[in-house]
């Protein structure tokens, strides 16, 4: 297949591009390439280039939705849109890639797509209209919800983790969030695998079990050497509520993917074999 990566300088953008190379002809669009907003660009680029897929991995940040609402609108849910409905009128498909943040968190419980839509933030409300608005362009969709990504490629939280304690740097740590966490290398390979399938829908990809922040770094600290009392004398817990931050974040999003299993997929490994893995690469 001919695929077109959108946002192909990001974390899940740039692994995308070197996983679906191997199997595919890859159009790697980074932002300077195409620039999602611009609705004439969209459509000319994909009707000169002619793409079986288009993948969207465009996206504004959870704190720039607050404080950017307009440019949120525009990103998350306008430029999905126009890759819908340019690829709808050459007969291509779209992968367009989603999140937790969907969820309100209010419950304990592994969130499904029978569960009720409620953002309790701009990110999650334009990624919940950005979903929409791909649906409603092409039908030949799969929007794929994930969570807590990392890997190499981008510095958060996750993906650094367990160099600070390593180095036995003091960090604050969120205590009261819970979510499933994702090894960016699982989520491209089983977005290779979705696409394969050609079983349209709404997924929710992301590695077994739940964890919290602190949970993820106390088990990144043990498998690069840190004992869990030396890793507890670095990590100042604090709630959500206590960073400003712009935007609030749902408290207990963990998710489970129904049409997964409708079509034989099996679960992604447990985050803590694929965080040994990715320990593995990332200390090399
Ligand atoms: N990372 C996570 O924890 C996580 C969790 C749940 C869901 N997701 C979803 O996964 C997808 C990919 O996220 P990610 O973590 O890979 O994001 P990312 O690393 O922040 O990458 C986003 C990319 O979008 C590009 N971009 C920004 N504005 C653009 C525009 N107008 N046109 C084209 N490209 C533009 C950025 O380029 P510049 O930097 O050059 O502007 C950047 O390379 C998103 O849909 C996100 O909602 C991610």
């Known amino acids: 297949m001919k695929v077109a990566i959108t946002g192909a300088g990001g974390l899940v953008g740039s692994t995308l591009v070197k996983r679906l190379t191997t199997d595919h002809e890859v159009l790697a669009l ?23 897929l288009v993948v969207n991995c465009a996206v504004l940040n959870v704190d720039e939705c607050e404080t950017d609402p307009a440019k949120a609108q525009s990103l998350n ?27 309100d968190g209010e419950e304990e419980k592994l969130y499904t797509i029978l569960d009720p839509a409620i953002p309790v933030n701009n990110y999650g409300r334009t990624k919940l209209e950005g979903e929409k608005a791909v649906m409603t362009a092409n ?22 983790i367990h160099r600070q304690l ?35 829908g709404i997924y929710q990809v992301v590695n077994e079990g739940i964890c919290s922040y602190v949970e993820f770094a106390l088990e990144a600290g043990r498998l690069v050497g840190v004992k869990e009392s030396d890793a507890r004398e670095l990590l100042e817990l604090i709630r959500d509520a206590d960073i400003k931050r712009p935007a609030k974040r749902p408290r207990y999003t963990p998710m489970r993917c129904l049409l997964s299993e409708q079509v034989g997929l099996r679960p992604l490994r447990h985050w803590k074999e694929a965080l040994a893995d990715y320990l593995k690469t990332s200390m090399d």
Request: aromatic letters at 10%; proline letters at 3%.
């Open 30 to 52: 980074k932002h300077a390439d195409l620039d999602i907003t611009n609705k004439q660009a969209v459509h000319a680029l994909l009707n000169q280039t002619h793409p079986d």
């Open 77 to 103: 849910i306008d430029g999905p849109g126009y890759l819908a409905e340019a690829a709808n009128e050459i007969g291509a498909e779209i992968v367009h890639y989603s999140t937790n943040y969907v969820f």
């Open 139 to 160: 039908p030949r969709h799969y929007i794929l919800r994930t969570s807590w990504v990392y890997g190499i490629g981008k510095e958060n939280f996750l993906s650094i």
């Open 166 to 200: 390593k180095a036995g740097q003091r960090g604050k740590v969120v205590s009261d969030c819970w979510a499933s966490a994702t090894y960016v290398e699982d989520l491209v390979q089983r977005t290779s695998e979705i696409i394969d399938l050609h079983h349209y």
